[in-house]
Nanobody, 121 residues
Framework: QVQLVESGGGLVQPGGSLRLSCAASGSILSIRTMRWYRQAPGKQRELVAQITSGGTIKYLDSVKGRFTISRDNAANTVSLQMNSLNPEDTASYYC???????????????WGQGTQVTVSS
C-alpha cells in the first residue's frame, strides 16, 4: 500500500504564510512527479504546482512569485511554501504523486486526503 499524508493547513490572515507538507509512505520503488492541487467550494480542482524527480517546476499563474514547491527525494516528501496569501487561496489542498510501487512496472496516481487552508481576517 501507498499513502500520502498532508499536514500544515490552517487559518491565516491575508498576507500571511503557511507551509504544507506531504509525506509518501509504503512500498514505494520510485516517485516521479509530485503535485499540489487545490479545490475551493463550488470550483473545479486546479493544479497549483508540480515538481518532477529531476526538479523541473511549474506553477499556476496566480501563485507565481508567492508559492514555492520543493521536494526531498530521499524522504519522499513534497512541500509547498505559501506566502502573501489572499482570500482567493482559500481551498482544500491535495498532494498528488506518480508512484511506482515495488514489484510493479507501471506508475499510478496517488492522492492525499487533503488539508484545509483558510485565508481570512
Amino acid at each position: 500500500q501507498v499513502q500520502l499524508v498532508e499536514s500544515g493547513g490552517g487559518l491565516v490572515q491575508p498576507g500571511g504564510s503557511l507551509r504544507l507538507s506531504c509525506a509518501a509512505s509504503g512500498s514505494i520503488l520510485s516517485i516521479r512527479t509530485m503535485r499540489w492541487y487545490r479545490q475551493a467550494p463550488g470550483k473545479q480542482r486546479e493544479l497549483v504546482a508540480q515538481i518532477t524527480s529531476g526538479g523541473t517546476i511549474k506553477y499556476l499563474d496566480s501563485v507565481k512569485g508567492r508559492f514555492t514547491i520543493s521536494r526531498d527525494n530521499a524522504a519522499n516528501t513534497v512541500s509547498l511554501q505559501m506566502n502573501s496569501l489572499n482570500p482567493e487561496d482559500t481551498a482544500s489542498y491535495y498532494c498528488n504523486a506518480d508512484i511506482i510501487r515495488i514489484g510493479s512496472y507501471s506508475e499510478n496516481y496517488y492522492w492525499g486526503q487533503g488539508t484545509q487552508v483558510t485565508v481570512s481576517s
